[in-house]
């Protein structure tokens, strides 16, 4: 979750009041944040949101427009949504290969306002907690700033060969080409990978031809580097999905009104349908209204509320609210987009409202729990690797394609994906453990050898017969990693773990990309395959930078169980 610092004289006036660190404390409550400290010497508050759906909450306006519309019951009207009211003063053409590119932009200008230092901070600090994990670094979504003043629209927003276009990037001094710019670039180095394997890249360009972005790269420092004392912006977002591109600048448009701006709309002109239209005038207020019922209310927070309290507390917390007969209709504010079921509004409703105001209720059934055969059996198996020298591991589930595919030499395989993710690093959940360990042991090679590690735990294992197309398993691999680790050594441990759990089975000599050839067998018991054993290939080890020697086995800890129990 992001944590951001913020200025608190910034806050107060942003809010309009002065306030104690006690109350800003409490008042953090409605924005689901945690104060996490104060600097009195440079007047820093230390905030972490803990609302992964709510990027307008992620700076110090957001905080501010919160808290304000809570002690005051006042929202400001942003008449740019209104396109009777608004002003139109650029256009930006997107050219038709974009579409397989990065297809989606939109942009709007600011006037009227003298960016300061904090303003400059706090902008810088939005654009990067938006971009980096609501943007999925940059993939999804990236954010440009620029000084209006030395922009001539149109924009074109285009694609280019590498070689073709070349300007000076932030932070250097002289031009570059796009690819000198992935190649050398520090910006570069860390985003280019977003555009591995394209032939043409996007930019924006000016009628001038004057370069503002090599988006989600870098921007040019002729036209991109905004410094304090400027009086006129043009903000511009680009990205994969044209609502998360739309939510951001409606999030960055009411942030500078906030701050007194003056928002100018742009219009984005597309070859090629969006799902709202071709033409648009940006900012572009998408939110729809949602139903609520007082039954949805009631049954969510166990107690009765009028139609007149509910459509006070939902207003008070920024949304606007229609009775219609038994319904209320509501329609959220148009920077937020985490609005999709009665259930969310329940929620702002109870933060509303504030948790301490609800009567608790004592449960009127009481159990005793314990733990389940499988959870038993797997501490029984902790027990017995413990006790031969081993160290326990507990890992994450959710893990990258990369780590448990790509490093391990294996091929596309069906695995089980987290949908809409905020972070490739954990976009897929884990079907075997024994890439976890090789995460430790890389990060453990300044520790004295041997290293003997192992972990029971859960694995997911893609299963279209399942109930969510899934299957959650329990699983124990085990790692030995010295300069004489070998096949025989982790035999003898599977040994004797299979001769403490009296569980008969059979090594049979296979194949399998993560082993060295001739040194990898399969775990059979029965008739059935419990799991896998060898010398980790020495590829797999260079992949994941480990420079010893290494061995382990896995086993499936369910099928082991149902054997157990057949002999027990």
Same mark, same amino acid.
């Given at each position: 979750?992001?944590?951001?610092?913020?200025?608190?004289?910034?806050?107060?006036?942003?809010?309009?009041?002065?306030?104690?660190?006690?109350?800003?404390?409490?008042?953090?409550?409605?924005?689901?944040?945690?104060?996490?400290?104060?600097?009195?010497?440079?007047?820093?508050?230390?905030?972490?949101?803990?609302?992964?759906?709510?990027?307008?909450?992620?700076?110090?306006?957001?905080?501010?427009?919160?808290?304000?519309?809570?002690?005051?019951?006042?929202?400001?009207?942003?008449?740019?949504?209104?396109?009777?009211?608004?002003?139109?003063?650029?256009?930006?053409?997107?050219?038709?290969?974009?579409?397989?590119?990065?297809?989606?932009?939109?942009?709007?200008?600011?006037?009227?306002?003298?960016?300061?230092?904090?303003?400059?901070?706090?902008?810088?600090?939005?654009?990067?907690?938006?971009?980096?994990?609501?943007?999925?670094?940059?993939?999804?979504?990236?954010?440009?700033?620029?000084?209006?003043?030395?922009?001539?629209?149109?924009?074109?927003?285009?694609?280019?060969?590498?070689?073709?276009?070349?300007?000076?990037?932030?932070?250097?001094? $002289?031009?570059?080409?796009?690819?000198?710019?992935?190649?050398?670039?520090?910006?570069?180095?860390?985003?280019?990978?977003?555009?591995?394997?394209?032939?043409?890249?996007?930019?924006?360009?000016?009628?001038?031809?004057?370069?503002?972005?090599?988006?989600?790269?870098?921007?040019?420092?002729?036209?991109?580097?905004?410094?304090?004392?400027?009086? $006129?912006?043009?903000?511009?977002?680009?990205?994969?999905?044209?609502?998360?591109?739309?939510?951001?600048?409606?999030?960055?448009?009411?942030?500078?009104?906030?701050?007194?701006?003056?928002?100018?709309?742009?219009?984005?002109?597309?070859?090629?349908?969006?799902?709202?239209?071709?033409?648009?005038? &940006?900012?572009?207020?998408?939110?729809?209204?949602?139903?609520?019922?007082?039954?949805?209310?009631?049954?969510?927070?166990?107690?009765?509320?009028?139609?007149?309290?509910?459509?006070?507390?939902?207003?008070?917390?920024?949304?606007?609210?229609?009775?219609?007969?038994?319904?209320?209709?509501?329609?959220?504010?148009?920077?937020?987009?985490?609005?999709?079921?009665?259930?969310?509004?329940?929620?702002?409703?109870?933060?509303?409202?504030?948790?301490?105001?609800?009567?608790?209720?004592?449960?009127?059934?009481?159990?005793?729990?314990?733990?389940?055969?499988?959870?038993?059996?797997?501490?029984?198996?902790?027990?017995?690797?413990?006790?031969?020298?081993?160290?326990?591991? &507990?890992?994450?589930?959710?893990?990258?394609?990369?780590?448990?595919?790509?490093?391990?030499?294996?091929?596309?395989?069906?695995?089980?994906?987290?949908?809409?993710?905020?972070?490739?690093?954990?976009?897929?959940?884990?079907?075997?453990?024994?890439?976890?360990?090789?995460?430790?042991?890389?990060?453990?090679?300044?520790?004295?050898?041997?290293?003997?590690?192992?972990?029971?735990?859960?694995?997911?294992?893609?299963?279209?017969?399942?109930?969510?197309?899934?299957?959650?398993?329990?699983?124990?691999?085990?790692?030995?990693?010295?300069?004489?680790?070998?096949?025989?050594?982790?035999?003898?441990?599977?040994?004797?773990?299979?001769?403490?759990?009296?569980?008969?089975?059979?090594?049979?000599?296979?194949?399998?990309?993560?082993?060295?050839?001739?040194?990898?067998?399969?775990?059979?018991?029965?008739?059935?395959?419990?799991?896998?054993?060898?010398?980790?290939?020495?590829?797999?080890?260079?992949?994941?930078?480990?420079?010893?020697?290494?061995?382990?086995?896995?086993?499936?800890?369910?099928?082991?169980?149902?054997?157990?129990?057949?002999?027990?």
């Amino acid at each position: 979750m992001p944590t951001i610092s913020i200025k608190k004289k910034d806050l107060e006036s942003l809010i309009g009041v002065s306030l104690s660190l006690q109350e800003v404390e409490h008042h953090l409550q409605w924005v689901k944040g945690e104060f996490k400290g104060y600097d009195l010497k440079s007047d820093e508050l230390r905030v972490e949101l803990s609302d992964s759906n709510r990027p307008d909450l992620w700076c110090s306006e957001g905080i501010a427009r919160q808290i304000k519309g809570k002690l005051t019951g006042e929202w400001g009207e942003y008449p740019f949504f209104n396109s009777g009211e608004a002003e139109k003063v650029g256009q930006i053409v997107v050219s038709d290969g974009m579409r397989e590119i990065r297809p989606y932009v939109g942009g709007f200008t600011a006037t009227g306002i003298m960016v300061d230092e904090e303003m400059l901070v706090q902008m810088i600090q939005t654009q990067e907690k938006i971009s980096e994990i609501f943007g999925s670094k940059r993939r999804r979504i990236s954010i440009g700033i620029y000084n209006l003043s030395k922009i001539k629209f149109p924009v074109f927003y285009k694609a280019v060969r590498p070689e073709e276009t070349s300007f000076i990037p932030l932070g250097f001094e $002289e031009k570059m080409d796009l690819k000198e710019i992935l190649e050398g670039h520090p910006k570069g180095q860390i985003y280019g990978e977003i555009l591995k394997g394209m032939e043409r890249y996007p930019i924006l360009v000016d009628s001038k031809d004057n370069v503002l972005s090599f988006p989600p790269v870098i921007n040019s420092r002729e036209v991109g580097e905004v410094k304090a004392g400027d009086r $006129e912006l043009f903000v511009e977002v680009t990205g994969l999905d044209i609502r998360l591109v739309l939510l951001v600048l409606n999030i960055l448009a009411v942030n500078l009104y906030d701050r007194g701006g003056r928002i100018g709309r742009v219009e984005v002109v597309y070859p090629y349908d969006t799902e709202f239209g071709r033409n648009m005038d &940006i900012p572009y207020e998408f939110t729809k209204p949602v139903k609520l019922s007082l039954r949805d209310v009631e049954r969510v927070m166990g107690e009765r509320l009028s139609m007149d309290e509910i459509s006070s507390l939902l207003d008070s917390y920024g949304h606007w609210v229609r009775k219609r007969d038994d319904l209320l209709e509501v329609t959220p504010p148009p920077y937020r987009d985490d609005i999709m079921h009665p259930i969310d509004l329940c929620e702002d409703i109870a933060i509303s409202r504030g948790y301490n105001s609800f009567n608790p209720v004592m449960p009127s059934q009481m159990t005793v729990g314990g733990l389940s055969d499988i959870e038993l059996f797997s501490d029984l198996i902790r027990g017995y690797m413990t006790g031969s020298g081993f160290q326990e591991i &507990i890992s994450n589930i959710l893990t990258s394609r990369e780590d448990i595919l790509g490093k391990m030499l294996l091929g596309e395989e069906k695995v089980v994906e987290v949908d809409n993710v905020m972070s490739l690093s954990y976009s897929v959940l884990r079907h075997w453990i024994l890439p976890s360990l090789l995460r430790v042991e890389e990060a453990s090679t300044e520790s004295f050898y041997p290293h003997k590690t192992f972990e029971a735990g859960e694995v997911a294992i893609d299963d279209e017969t399942n109930n969510l197309s899934g299957n959650t398993l329990i699983r124990c691999a085990a790692l030995l990693s010295h300069p004489a680790a070998n096949f025989s050594e982790s035999h003898a441990i599977l040994e004797s773990l299979m001769y403490y759990l009296q569980i008969e089975y059979r090594l049979v000599p296979g194949d399998h990309p993560s082993f060295i050839e001739g040194r990898m067998g399969w775990i059979y018991a029965g008739d059935e395959v419990v799991g896998l054993i060898g010398e980790i290939h020495p590829r797999v080890l260079t992949g994941w930078d480990i420079h010893m020697p290494c061995s382990a086995f896995e086993v499936d800890v369910d099928r082991l169980l149902k054997i157990y129990q057949a002999h027990s």
